[in-house]
């Protein structure tokens, strides 16, 4: 090592923290969207698994039943569409707005 150096000068770490501070301007925008569509698709899923399960019950017990479940924070809700209720859907809302999936034969 110098014998003179006694650490990193202020220069250096202002040029330090400053290209820091531009990668984290770049990469924290795609995270943030990252965690966003991640949790969208989390949502999607818990809604087709509560729809498979309404599908298997109406299968077995042939009773066609709306139903409602809640899962983290998210209400969500079965019900028969169409004339002969052959049509299963499950809705649910969160702040981005309400959403629907069918399963049409």
Known sequence: MYKNSKGFSIPESLIAFSCFMMIMAVFLPYSIRMITTLEEKQHRVEAFK???EGIEQAVVTK??????RTFEGIVYTLS???SDNKNPCVSYEKESG???ICLSE
């Open 80 to 82: 028969w569409k169409g």
């Open 63 to 68: 009773e066609y039943k709306s139903r409602i």
């Open 50 to 52: 509560f729809l498979q």
């Open 98 to 100: 309400s959403h629907e």
